[in-house]
C-alpha cells in the first residue's frame, strides 16, 4: 500500500496525518507543497484539495483532504492497533475532543498565542499583546476541558492512544514553546502528565517539525 501526506511538515494538521501513519506502522510519502510560495494555489494542488489547505492525501489513487477524514481513513485500512476506542463512549469522547481542538484550541492556541509569539517575530514583526492576552482564557478553558474530559484516563479518550491525542498533541507541542505555557498547564496536572508521555512517543520524534 502507497500513502502519501501532501503538506509541510511543520503544519499541525500534517502532523496528525503522519502521527496517525505512524502509530500504525505504516510506511508513507511526505511531498512538500510550498504554501509560502502559493504552491497550494496552483491546479496540481488544487487537484488534490480544490480548498487550498493542507494536508491532502492519496492512497493507492484514492484522494482525499479533510484531517479527521484522512486519519479515520489511515486507521480502519492500515494495520495495527486502532486509534478508535472499542466502546460508544469512548468513540464520543475521542470526537468531543477532536471537535474542541477544531473549533476552539487551535484557532486559539495556533492562529493567536503562537502566532504572535513565534511565527511574527520569525518573519521580523513584533507579535501583538493585546491578541496575546484575549487567547488566553479561551485557551485555559480548553486544556480545562481537556483534562476534566480524560479523567483518570491516561489518555485523552481512554487507557490508549487515539486519534484524539494525535490531533492535539502538535497543537500542544507549538503551545509549549511560549513562555505562557507554563501557566497554562500549572492547573492541569493530568494534561500535563498526558504531555509528557506523548512527547516522549518515538511517532512524535519521528515527525519533529523543521521550523526556520
Avoid at 39 to 55: M, T
Avoid at 63 to 89: F, H, W
Avoid at 147 to 169: C, F, K, Q
Avoid at 172 to 189: D, F, H, K, R, V
Amino acid at each position: 500500500m502507497s500513502f502519501i501526506v501532501y503538506g509541510q511538515n511543520y503544519r499541525t494538521y500534517v502532523r496528525t496525518a503522519r502521527l496517525a501513519l505512524e502509530e500504525k506502522g505504516a510506511p508513507y510519502d511526505l511531498v512538500e507543497v510550498d504554501m509560502i510560495g502559493g504552491k497550494h494555489r496552483e491546479p496540481e494542488h488544487l487537484a488534490r484539495n480544490p480548498f487550498g489547505p493542507v494536508p491532502a492525501f492519496e492512497h493507492d489513487g484514492f484522494m482525499l483532504y479533510e484531517t479527521d477524514a484522512i486519519v479515520r481513513y489511515v486507521d480502519e485500512v492500515a494495520g495495527g492497533r486502532s486509534l478508535v476506542p472499542g466502546e460508544p463512549e469512548g468513540r464520543a469522547r475521542m470526537s468531543q475532543l477532536i471537535g474542541i481542538n477544531n473549533s476552539y484550541g487551535y484557532p486559539a492556541i495556533i492562529g493567536k498565542l503562537f502566532w504572535q509569539r513565534a511565527i511574527v517575530p520569525m518573519t521580523g514583526g513584533q507579535g501583538d499583546e493585546q491578541i496575546v492576552k484575549e487567547s488566553l482564557p479561551r485557551i485555559a478553558l480548553c486544556l480545562a476541558e481537556a483534562e476534566r474530559i480524560m479523567g483518570a484516563d491516561a489518555w485523552m479518550a481512554g487507557p490508549e492512544v487515539s486519534l484524539a491525542d494525535l490531533m492535539w498533541a502538535p497543537v500542544i507541542a507549538y503551545m509549549t514553546m511560549t513562555p505562557e505555557s507554563e501557566g497554562l498547564m500549572a492547573g492541569q496536572p493530568g494534561l500535563a502528565r498526558w504531555w509528557k508521555a506523548m512527547s516522549a512517543r518515538p511517532s512524535m520524534a519521528r515527525t519533529a517539525p523543521k521550523l526556520g
